[in-house]
């Protein structure tokens, strides 16, 4: 595997379901971010992790929950979502927090029924 | 506070031929870096192109060149000799390098390219 693979591509779930996207860079990088790109809306940042530390959480709804238990691997944990949260949640990392430039997965394009 | 604008909503070039998507943005911070990303179908972000606001010169990579020009705060994208492949969605990011800054970058709302064979 090479670069920045995100799993499942696609994901159906109802509103009382839990599960979770996973997120791993095989570029030795050390942050790693979550997005949301919802229909018709720029890109939002969700969460930034530097070194496995949370940097930023950009008042996102307690339903989501990261998790980045080393600097290659982080996740995201649905409980509870809402129909509204259907998007593509697009992961990215890069070498260092601050000025360097992020790199991108291929997103999970999730649907919430 | 930062902002990004992309006024093109769609743009369509012709094969062969080169095209210029726009971007504006603003900031207060005197230090930040501009970003091009191109987004096929299948919805990866891919990256292309970075302008530090300290650079002295143009960035280009291969087809893609960035027209920075600082007084105006715009960070246009050219693609030269557009292939078919390249039809896709284009979004311009600004990231400022303020000391509150952790990687946050902010994006314009894209420009879908499409070229005709």
């Known amino acids: 595997e090479t670069g920045v693979t995100q799993t499942p591509r696609h994901l159906v779930m109802g509103m009382t379901n839990k599960k979770s996207l996973k997120c791993e860079q095989h570029l030795g990088h050390n942050a790693m971010y979550w997005y949301k790109q919802s229909a018709k809306k720029p890109l939002e940042l969700m969460f930034v992790y530097n070194f496995k530390e949370q940097t930023e959480n950009n008042s996102v709804p307690s339903r989501f929950s990261p998790e980045c238990p080393n600097s290659s691997h982080l996740f995201l944990h649905l409980h509870t979502l809402q129909p509204e949260d259907s998007a593509l949640y697009l992961c990215?990392?890069?070498?260092?927090?601050?000025?360097?430039?992020?790199?991108f997965g291929p997103g999970t394009r999730l649907t919430v029924l | 506070a930062q902002k990004i604008t992309q006024t093109q909503p769609g743009m369509f070039v012709q094969e062969k031929e080169a095209v210029t998507l726009d971007c504006t943005y603003d900031t207060s911070d005197p230090s930040y870096g501009l970003f091009w990303y191109k987004q096929p179908s299948s919805g990866e972000m891919i990256f292309l192109i970075y302008q530090g606001s300290y650079d002295q010169q143009n960035a280009t990579e291969g087809r893609y060149s960035l027209n920075f020009q600082k007084a105006r705060k715009s960070a246009n994208l050219v693609i030269s000799a557009s292939q078919l492949g390249d039809s896709a969605m284009y979004f311009c990011?600004?990231?400022?390098?303020?000391?509150?800054?952790?990687?946050?970058?902010?994006f314009g709302q894209g420009t879908t390219l499409q070229v005709k064979p």
């Open positions: 990011a600004m990231r400022d390098h303020g000391s509150s800054n952790t990687g946050k970058l902010i």
């Open positions: 990215a990392s890069s070498q260092a927090d601050g000025t360097d430039t992020q790199y």
